[in-house]
């Protein structure tokens, strides 16, 4: 490297991390993301690295906060399942280690009481002329897309319907 190069990458380093900052402040993102955007503006890999690098160090990108977030935000607050969540962080290309360990918090955590309360919520916005298998059809795709199994699903949205109790 030349003496010209120097001052030219920093110059380079120094722009994109402001653009980083600009961009993190408007939401979190994960360091792919932010390396992607950077790649986009034709930063090169070098300059690249070396804002991920000072990014990481003032705390403007951290993926085990934003995965901590992102699960506590869909997870507790949304009622996301488990698969949901980890298909997200994925997407957002969190390392699988960083989403496993965000998501141990919710181990514990009942899913089919959450999938039931969710189900019992969605049926009250649902028309009330609807026979009570179409509701449990509906709940059952609407949990699948919040990240339910198939089964759970079924057994939520059968109870939130009102398809479990005897009839006389």
């Known amino acids: 490297m030349t003496a010209g190069t120097a001052p030219a990458t920093a110059d380079a380093v120094g722009k994109a991390l402001q653009f980083v900052l600009r961009s993190t402040a408007n939401r979190p993102q994960t360091e792919a993301e932010v390396a992607a955007k950077l790649r986009g503006r ?19 990108v951290d993926d085990a906060a934003f995965a901590a977030a992102w699960v506590e935000d869909r997870g507790r607050r949304r009622g996301y399942g488990l698969a949901r969540l980890r298909q997200e962080l994925r997407r957002r290309q969190v390392p699988d280690a960083v989403a496993d360990a965000a998501l141990t918090g919710l181990e514990e955590r009942d899913e089919l009481a959450v999938a039931t309360e969710l189900a019992r919520h969605r049926a009250q ?40 109790r005897q009839w006389d």
């Not at 034709?42 to 690249?48: G, L, T």
């Not at 609807?130 to 059968?158: T, W």
């Open 125 to 164: 916005q649902l028309p009330s002329s609807l026979q009570p298998d179409a509701v449990a059809r509906r709940l059952v795709s609407f949990l699948a897309r919040r990240g339910y199994p198939e089964g759970l699903a079924r057994r939520a949205a059968i109870t939130a319907s009102g398809l479990d």
């Open 42 to 60: 034709d930063f090169d890999d070098a300059v690249v690295a070396a804002t991920l690098e000072r990014a990481r160090r003032m705390g403007a």
